[in-house]
């Protein structure tokens, strides 16, 4: 089996600050990633090298194309980043008003990668939507109704749907359930492990919130001060954390 | 006459423009920015067409003026009379006479030719503003030809009134490649854009100025399931007859009482100087009106 | 198909003036296939921790662990999840599900995950929790809710959905009535029937005599404190 993201030393800086440095790991198809750490080490940083957000100072981001392959997104084209963040890429926001159009209706937000990679069926487009609409719980009679009018799970659920609905393999994630009530973030993570599993899908996710990385992550990658200090099973990384900050991070979670 | 220099503008300004009108040509639908002058009228009432005409005229030209298909409203008639003063070029209202035609919200319902421009005036040039406020994303749009959000907008409409209920500025792919803000045309003259004069645009209060060459391909954005189509009210002219123009209905009374007319009014009147006679309509006589 | 060589294991504790604590030196183990372990040993002994160890839950400090064939102590987390998704089941003692999840659907998850479909997992789910007596009522809701003792038959069930080449037991039969403790040791000897390796912790000495063929003392592995 070869990597579907290939991350070899990445760095960046914010002058003469560290965003992130040293960063390489090897991500493979179905497999979710998380990466925890408090703020400002460094964690979204990379989310944003990695995603094509950011553009990185050094190292290369190699992702494995359909059509030709292993290659470098730090150094391809902007059309063809691009085309990749809209099609085999997949960008869920810590606030789903940063990743959809609130003045757009829910159907038409679920529609939009798929009108921008050519669907031209409205039929078809709707179908898809409500479908999308269905597969993260919210009621088909919604569909014209814009995001400004959801609650804030509901929003964040129509985010994961505009993001699943062209079928990627990536799906990039910024603290998917911070600022939402616990209740609500129970039923968010069940919906996103359950379409990793069923799409098979490969996932970053970046959370300072270790339960969260606990029920979805396979893999553990812990960031300090912008360097990787601790990777691993997640399971392991928590419960026999090596590094004093892992340690120091594991024991700091208020029991309930 | 010697109070202004020809068609107000000095040559270094209408240089300029020119310049951005060339190539706006040579790039059909893509907006070419330009350093819009203050013109002595408010943004909105045509300062990016009268820019372009201006630098368009030259002194043999016959000027034509339209707001909204007619020749005889405030605008047009100040427009007019303002290229009567500044470059002393003869005016005229009919559209076959007119080299230069400066238009808002309308294109003539007699086809243009080959030696005639057809100047727009614009107020909003991006078809993409209303969906994506940022205008460094809408050009990186364009320029990565990413205009999936363009059918967002007609997808919101179906959604929303069960049909595209856009009636005017209706987007358009150019050639193949830009997709471009017709100016608040009605849509029923979309069709007319494949033609043969020269059509430039101009939005003086955003500095933008765009053009189609003649006989360019330019299609109406739709979908499989809900295709473009050219509506016009379901009726007559009532004074000329004519079923084919664009038609302005005009309330009469408090009682319901209405007309359809003509918009075009150029058109209007030399179908009844032709002889044609609406439902409500009397035969021509050269004082009415 | 489990075979452990000389492995030891050290806990450091860097926020607590980064005191170094060995827990196992030298531990050596292998259990074939249809056979039964018992780890026994006081409390602190390091029965658990050798479990985890054996898991991938805990990281070796020097040694090796092969379970069918791969080295737990070397791999990468992918391998290890494929090992715990098709090869080596493990029982603990604390159920820990996504809330919100109805009890049928954790039960049948392992199945889903090495890819049968849902409605035989479902019927394999249906099957385990009617023989370990949680009432059918409660299969549609989070086990969450449940009073520790179902938690505990529910992790069980789940344990058993898939049937692991290698399977770890920790207390299995633990606070169980005598029914549902009979459910499990036929659940275990089938199992082992069928070749399933099992290592297994039973304070349960009955228990441990009736399923388990040896017994391996791990304080014997325990480094004596300096």
């Given at each position: ?256 | ?138 050009r990186k749009m364009h320029s990565l030809e990413e205009y999936g959000l363009m059918h967002v907008k007609l997808y919101e409409d179906i959604s929303r009134h069960g049909a595209i209920a856009t009636s005017y500025a209706y987007p358009v792919k150019v050639e193949g490649r830009y997709v471009m803000d017709p100016s608040p045309i009605p849509k029923f003259d979309n069709p007319k854009m494949e033609m043969a004069a020269i059509q430039l645009f101009g939005a003086g ?85 | ?226």
């Amino acid at each position: 089996m070869t990597p579907l993201l290939k991350v070899q030393n990445i760095a960046k800086f914010y002058g003469g600050r560290i965003g992130c440095t040293d960063v390489s790991f090897d991500l493979y198809p179905g497999e979710v990633m998380g990466i925890v750490g408090e703020s400002g080490s460094g964690k979204s940083t990379l989310l944003n090298c990695l995603a094509g957000h950011l553009a990185p100072d050094r190292g290369e981001v190699l992702f494995e194309t359909r059509s030709e392959g292993m290659k470098d997104t730090v150094t391809m084209s902007e059309p063809e980043r691009r085309m990749l963040s809209r099609t085999d890429w997949a960008f869920v926001h810590q606030h789903a008003r940063d990743g959809l159009r609130m003045n757009v209706s829910a159907g038409g937000n679920v529609g939009e990668r798929l009108m921008a990679v050519g669907a031209r069926h409205y039929g078809d487009i709707r179908d898809q939507a409500i479908d999308w609409l269905g597969r993260v719980e919210i009621n088909e009679s919604r569909v014209d109704d814009r995001p400004t009018q959801f609650s804030g799970g509901m929003q964040q659920r129509l985010q994961i749907a505009r993001n699943l609905v062209t079928g990627p393999r990536l799906v990039f994630m910024d603290e998917p359930t911070g600022g939402l009530d616990v209740s609500v973030q129970a039923r968010l993570l069940d919906l996103l492990r359950g379409l990793v599993r069923e799409m098979g899908l490969s996932a970053i996710i970046v959370t300072h919130d270790l339960a969260v990385v606990r029920l979805l992550a396979d893999r553990l990658m812990v960031m300090k001060d912008g360097h990787v200090v601790e990777t691993g099973l997640t399971d392991q990384v928590l419960d026999d954390p090596q590094h004093a900050y892992t340690q120091l991070l594991v024991s700091s979670v208020l029991q309930v | 006459m010697s109070d202004y220099n020809f068609a107000y503008l000095d040559e270094q300004t209408k240089r300029m423009i020119r310049r951005a009108i060339l190539k706006g040509l040579a790039i059909p639908g893509y907006q070419v920015p330009f350093a819009s002058r203050e013109m002595p009228m408010p943004y909105g009432w045509g300062t990016g067409g009268v820019q372009v005409s201006a630098a368009t005229l030259t002194p043999d030209d016959t000027m034509k003026v339209i707001d909204q298909g007619a020749d005889d409203t405030t605008n047009a008639v100040s427009i007019r009379k303002f290229f009567e003063k500044t470059a002393g070029v003869a005016t005229t209202e009919e559209t076959a006479e007119a080299s230069v035609i400066q238009t808002r919200h309308r294109i003539p319902e007699e086809p243009l030719r080959e030696d005639q421009i057809l100047v727009y005036q614009v107020p909003i040039p991006e078809p993409l503003r209303f969906l994506e406020p940022s205008e460094v994303e809408t050009r990186k749009m364009h320029s990565l030809e990413e205009y999936g959000l363009m059918h967002v907008k007609l997808y919101e409409d179906i959604s929303r009134h069960g049909a595209i209920a856009t009636s005017y500025a209706y987007p358009v792919k150019v050639e193949g490649r830009y997709v471009m803000d017709p100016s608040p045309i009605p849509k029923f003259d979309n069709p007319k854009m494949e033609m043969a004069a020269i059509q430039l645009f101009g939005a003086g209060r955003e500095q933008r100025i765009y053009a189609v060459p003649p006989y360019t391909q330019v299609v109406s954005l739709d979908f499989d399931d809900y295709p473009f189509e050219a509506t016009k009210a379901d009726a007559a002219c009532d004074l000329c007859g004519a079923e084919d123009s664009y038609l302005d209905e005009v309330i009469m009374d408090d009682a319901g009482g209405r007309m359809f007319v003509c918009s075009d009014t150029d058109y209007c009147c030399s179908r009844r100087k032709a002889g044609f006679v609406g439902a409500k309509g009397t035969a021509f006589e050269e004082d009415a009106a | 198909m489990i075979e452990i060589t000389n492995l030891s294991k050290t806990f450091t504790l860097h926020n607590q003036g980064g005191v170094v604590i060995p827990v196992m030196q030298g531990a050596n183990l292998s259990v074939a296939r249809g056979q039964c372990v018992a780890l026994t040993g006081a409390s602190g002994a390091g029965k658990s921790t050798l479990m985890r160890m054996i898991y991938g839950n805990y990281l070796a400090a020097s040694g090796s662990i092969l379970v069918d064939g791969v080295d737990v102590t070397k791999a990468e987390p992918r391998e290890i999840l494929q090992l715990r998704r098709e090869t080596l089941g493990y029982v603990s003692q604390f159920l820990r599900v996504v809330p919100r999840v109805a009890t049928i659907d954790v039960v049948a998850e392992p199945l889903l995950a090495v890819g049968v479909d849902g409605d035989a997992a479902r019927a394999r789910a249906r099957d385990l929790l009617s023989r370990l007596r949680i009432p059918e009522r409660l299969w549609s809701l989070s086990p969450t809710s449940f009073s520790g003792g179902e938690q505990q038959r529910v992790n069980i069930a789940r344990g058993f959905a898939h049937e692991y080449p290698a399977m770890l037991l920790d207390e299995p039969t633990a606070s169980l009535d005598a029914a549902n403790r009979e459910t499990v040791l036929t659940l275990i000897e089938e199992a082992k029937a069928r070749g399933a390796a099992i290592v297994g912790i039973f304070h349960d000495e009955a228990a441990r005599d009736r399923v388990c063929d040896r017994e391996i003392d791990v304080s014997v592995y325990t480094p004596q404190a300096a």
